[in-house]
């Protein structure tokens, strides 16, 4: 796993303490991916009812707040595949 993944899971873990409700994964590109559900986060590639993907700055400053994931996803920074809706619950759990 590269120090990129663990330091967002890591992140990930201290902003969603209890799990995400639904099935979640970010891919940060060149990196890997994680996966954020009920059982909490963690370091994969399992299926997800949202995939998120950036690059690894785009993610590092939706996680520090200095990036709006809004603001990404409309200038193309930040891709979004499957239910918007649970990238939207994401987003504000993240906030």
Known sequence: MSKVIEKAVEQLSAKLPNGFSST???IIEGEGSII???DGVRAGGDAAEVTLTADTDTFRGMIEGTVNPTMAFMSGKLKIDGAMGVAMQLGSALS
């Open 24 to 26: 979640a994964k970010f």
């Open 36 to 38: 954020c559900d009920p």
